[in-house]
């Protein structure tokens, strides 16, 4: 049984901060593999790239980081159930439970002050226990779970402030993104206006 670290979100686009935070939980935690899981449409109906482009942008920022590093269509999979409305995370961690593995669940501290929101969050904490991992600018919050943070901290890095940076044609992206990400970005004229 593979102990597997769920890392979900948008990843639109990816950045180094993510990269990060899956370098910090391969080598610290005790976990067999990391697997980033584009969501596969935003549980707020935000605009997302197109979802072969989020995946094809993970799959280059996870090869930087090693075979343990994956990248998992689950969401694509869990969306193409019958009768799909929208996916839980639950529904991830129980996706990874069939398929025989031992989830764990990779979350900024940022996200607990949130957890009573979540479906199902006592089911999520008991099934896949939390990886926190600290973010600046967002102090610690409890969220009902006994995980503390990790000791480190990673950079606050935003999406939203990368995808503004790219649709200004901003060289500050440069800094933010993974090269091989940035390149795909240019290639596939993502985010700009």
Same mark, same amino acid.
């Given at each position: 049984?593979?102990?597997?670290?769920?890392?979900?979100?948008?990843?639109?686009?990816?950045?180094?901060?993510?990269?990060?935070?899956?370098?910090?939980?391969?080598?610290?935690?005790?976990?067999?593999?990391?697997?980033?899981? @584009?969501?596969?449409?935003?549980?707020?109906?935000?605009?997302?790239? %197109?979802?072969?482009?989020?995946?094809?942008?993970?799959?280059?920022? &996870?090869?930087?980081?090693? @075979?343990? &590093?994956?990248?998992?269509?689950?969401?694509?999979?869990?969306?193409?159930?019958?009768?799909?409305?929208?996916?839980?995370?639950?529904?991830?961690? %129980?996706?990874?439970?069939?398929?025989?593995?031992?989830?764990?669940?990779?979350?900024?501290?940022?996200?607990?002050?949130?957890?009573?929101?979540?479906?199902?969050?006592? %089911?999520?904490?008991?099934?896949?226990?939390?990886?926190?991992?600290?973010?600046?600018?967002?102090?610690?919050?409890?969220?009902?779970?006994?995980?503390? @943070?990790?000791?480190?901290?990673?950079?606050?890095?935003?999406?939203?402030?990368?995808?503004?940076?790219?649709?200004?044609?901003?060289?500050?992206?440069?800094?933010?993104?993974?090269?091989?990400?940035?390149?795909?970005?240019?290639?596939?004229?993502?985010?700009?206006?």
């Amino acid at each position: 049984m593979a102990r597997v670290a769920l890392f979900g979100g948008s990843f639109n686009p990816p950045h180094v901060a993510h990269q990060l935070v899956a370098l910090y939980v391969l080598e610290i935690q005790p976990v067999d593999e990391l697997w980033f899981v @584009p969501t596969y449409a935003h549980p707020f109906g935000k605009a997302l790239a %197109d979802y072969e482009h989020r995946i094809a942008m993970c799959e280059l920022a &996870a090869a930087a980081l090693g @075979p343990r &590093a994956q990248v998992s269509r689950a969401e694509a999979e869990l969306a193409a159930r019958p009768g799909f409305v929208t996916s839980h995370t639950l529904d991830l961690v %129980d996706h990874a439970i069939a398929a025989g593995h031992a989830p764990r669940l990779v979350i900024g501290a940022d996200i607990l002050r949130d957890a009573a929101k979540w479906h199902r969050w006592d %089911d999520v904490v008991a099934r896949a226990p939390p990886i926190v991992v600290g973010r600046a600018g967002h102090p610690p919050s409890e969220g009902g779970i006994s995980a503390a @943070p990790a000791p480190v901290t990673m950079p606050e890095i935003s999406a939203t402030h990368v995808r503004d940076l790219l649709a200004r044609g901003d060289s500050g992206a440069a800094g933010l993104v993974p090269r091989d990400v940035l390149r795909y970005i240019a290639q596939h004229h993502l985010y700009q206006p």
